[in-house]
């Protein structure tokens, strides 16, 4: 174990040099370029084996990930934004072919208009792929669910991707605790695929046309795959809490178990309202926090149950679903609870569209709002200006 | 090369009861290239005939590996699978030599992928990229591409009352490769009786790096003729020089087939219906542009073969 100061995006890298892959295909992208380039730095000094594909756009990175992953190899990449949009036609592909490749994604708002700062848009826009999505606060998360993305992905056999915020964690630097190569190494273990595409003594055809009579079915195993991926999910992060003393799960209850007003949020956002949460309980106000981690599986059931029993809860969306009903998260969580006979009020703040600032003051206006939940709208938009 | 008869033994490694038309050329592509190959291949295609043909679930028609991704993506995929190769042999987890090889349709390569195919040529894998090449997107029902010849009805730019077929000639997808600098490329049409294509296959099988070869596919559905006529329109390709072939190899450019006698465009164009509008005397003018920019195209590449 080591004790070193890492941006998000240095962590990132360090987890791929540290697991180490057969096979790397990335494309540059603001704000994952750092990514992409301290890991072909690594490949420059020799400290990894892995192939690195140098490829020439987020498409033929994705693309070079199924063929690498397909024929047999452990197989990794990195991106944001417009990259990931680029790889949105290849990412069904990807789960559907059960293939355990891992994105470290920065997240960035979607053009357009253009702009290179942090929101959730292109993670939210890839969240009916079939691929797992973890959410990191900081760069220790985002270092922690790279390693546990590979983990669980391997074992469920389905694609993940571990995001961090765009500039908020990806170029912030803190204080970090890393694991010996050794003990990632065994971490991780050894990769062996089921079903190679290189087993030349077994020639497989993968990816036929699969027409009425067979497409469904070859969806259903994606969906058992994506409930299979709850269990090991939990199962992953409590074996890291047990080794290296940092456990996961599917979100963090901070200061929640008592609390009569909660926000729900994704992200480094979370870490704003924890400071915000301190003050008000110093203050005798019953607030708390869900710092939701996994968002691909959805937890909606110990989401129910955790928020049941509150009064008020704010859901914070960093990207619009454009459906005039409110943001991803908020309409996931306002169905998981739709079934409760007794449920908090929910209000949705969508908030900090393409890096605009969210600061204690603002965390702190959600919490006095939700004391008198009952007057608000469904849906607000944050420090839009008219 | 080996002979025919030796060729014959070889075991099939795309077997017969796939869905392709009856005189389908692009099946006819697939199995020569990889009749050249003395080693095991792995092979990706594109979304195109010859993968929907051959892919139908739970029917397969390949005796290889097989891997199919997307439309525009054959070239990087396979670029991934040839990396995961080296990084898995380098480990030793693999031992088997292996000949990797994309097939795409003109669609698949000129059009769609071909920042895909640019890349993976540029970057130099050790693979061969085949396009089989048959002047539309035949799959999905005759579509142009910027591959379809000159005049040629398609039902995305048609032969109409105003408009006779497609207004441009299509580019010169192997000169774009061959402008990659890589050290092998080729032109090559089935149908040939010195095997052109199993030699050129041959000769890219046995270099190091990234290999095109662009083959001339004729396609009884979107070209119109009968079905056993598909070897007789190929060679009726060359024998126009409509597709004339040759290869460039390390840079060095070379005619590997020269007519003895130089035939008339109209040859190769009259035995099929989707120029069956230029037969009307209004457009003869269109057969002599076709005609002076076949042997424009022509004098060009031998002058670049130093065949003059």
Not at chain 1, 116 to 141: K, P
Not at chain 1, 287 to 306: N, S
Not at chain 2, 4 to 27: F, I, N, P, Q, V
Request: glycine share 8%.
């Amino acid at each position: 174990m080591a004790i070193i100061a890492r941006t998000g995006n240095e962590a990132m890298a360090e987890a791929m040099r540290q697991i180490n892959p057969d096979v790397v295909a990335a494309y540059p992208i603001t704000p994952a370029t750092e990514v992409v380039m301290i890991f072909a730095s690594f490949v420059a000094d020799g400290l990894v084996s892995t192939e690195y594909i140098p490829v020439e756009s987020e498409h033929s990175a994705m693309s070079a990930c199924v063929g690498a992953s397909a024929a047999g190899g452990r197989v990794m990449t990195a991106t944001s934004s417009q990259g990931l949009a680029l790889m949105y036609e290849i990412l069904p592909i990807a789960s559907a072919l059960r293939l355990p490749i891992i994105i470290s994604e920065v997240n960035r708002a979607l053009s357009g208009p253009i702009n290179i700062h942090c929101d959730h848009s292109d993670t939210m826009a890839a969240r009916d792929f079939g691929w797992i999505q973890i959410f990191s606060e900081d760069a220790q998360e985002a270092y922690d669910n790279v390693l546990q993305c590979l983990k669980i992905a391997e074992k469920v056999k389905l694609p993940a991707m571990a995001t961090t915020d765009g500039f908020i964690i990806s170029h912030c630097m803190s204080k970090i605790e890393t694991l010996e190569d050794d003990e990632v190494k065994k971490f991780v273990g050894e990769y062996s695929p089921t079903l190679p595409l290189l087993d030349i003594k077994e020639p497989k055809t993968f990816g036929l046309l699969d027409l009425q009579d067979y497409y469904f079915e070859h969806k259903m195993p994606v969906v058992e795959a994506m409930k299979e991926a709850k269990k090991v999910i939990l199962e992953v992060g409590k074996e890291f809490g047990e080794k290296y003393g940092r456990e996961y799960g599917f979100f963090e209850k901070y200061r929640l178990d008592d609390a009569e007003v909660a926000i729900v949020a994704l992200g480094s956002t979370a870490g704003t309202a924890k400071v915000v949460v301190d003050d008000l309980r110093d203050k005798g106000v019953k607030a708390g926090l869900l710092k939701l981690r996994v968002f691909r599986p959805f937890p909606a059931e110990e989401l129910a149950e955790v928020l049941a029993p509150l009064k008020a809860v704010a859901i914070m969306d960093r990207s619009d679903s454009y459906n005039t009903q409110g943001g991803p998260l908020y309409t996931e969580i306002r169905s998981a609870l739709f079934d409760l006979a007794k449920k908090p009020k929910l209000i949705n703040y969508i908030y900090g569209l393409g890096g605009r600032d969210i600061g204690l003051e603002e965390i702190n206006s959600i919490y006095t709002d939700l004391a008198s939940a009952e007057k608000l709208a469904a849906v607000n938009y944050l420090g839009v200006r008219e | 090369m080996a002979t025919l008869k030796d060729l014959s033994k070889k075991k099939e490694l795309l077997t017969g009861g796939h869905r392709a038309c009856a005189g389908c050329g692009a099946t006819i592509v697939a199995r020569q290239v990889m009749l050249a190959s003395d080693k095991p291949i792995v092979v990706v295609a594109a979304t195109g005939c010859l993968e929907v043909t051959t892919t139908i679930f739970p029917y397969s028609a390949w005796n290889v590996p097989f891997l199919h991704n997307a439309f525009e993506n054959a070239a990087a995929t396979l670029s991934g699978v040839t990396a995961a190769y080296e990084a898995l042999k380098k480990k030793g987890k693999i031992k088997d030599d292996i000949n990797f090889v994309a097939f795409g349709g003109d669609g698949g390569t000129y059009d769609i992928g071909l920042q895909s195919l640019s890349g993976a040529m540029e970057r130099g894998h050790n693979l061969l990229y085949v396009c089989y090449n048959n002047q539309a997107y035949m799959n999905t029902g005759v579509q142009r591409s910027s591959a379809t010849a000159r005049a040629a009805h398609t039902t995305t730019e048609p032969a109409g009352k105003v408009k006779p077929g497609k207004d441009r000639f299509p580019k010169d997808l192997t000169g774009i490769m061959a402008a990659h600098n890589i050290p092998y490329v080729g032109q090559s049409v089935i149908g040939m009786v010195n095997n052109d294509l199993i030699k050129k296959a041959e000769k890219a099988f046995s270099i190091n790096g990234p290999k095109f070869l662009n083959v001339f596919q004729p396609c009884r559905l979107g070209w119109a003729y009968k079905p056993e006529e598909t070897l007789e329109l190929g060679r009726l390709a060359a024998d126009t020089c409509i597709w004339p072939l040759y290869e460039v190899v390390d840079g060095v450019w070379k005619l590997t087939y020269k007519p003895r006698e130089k035939k008339p465009v109209t040859d190769f164009m009259f035995k099929q219906e989707r120029f069956r509008h230029l037969k009307k005397p209004e457009n003869k003018h269109i057969i002599d542009e076709i005609q002076n920019e076949v042997d424009r195209r022509w004098e060009e590449l031998r002058k670049r073969c130093g065949d003059m």
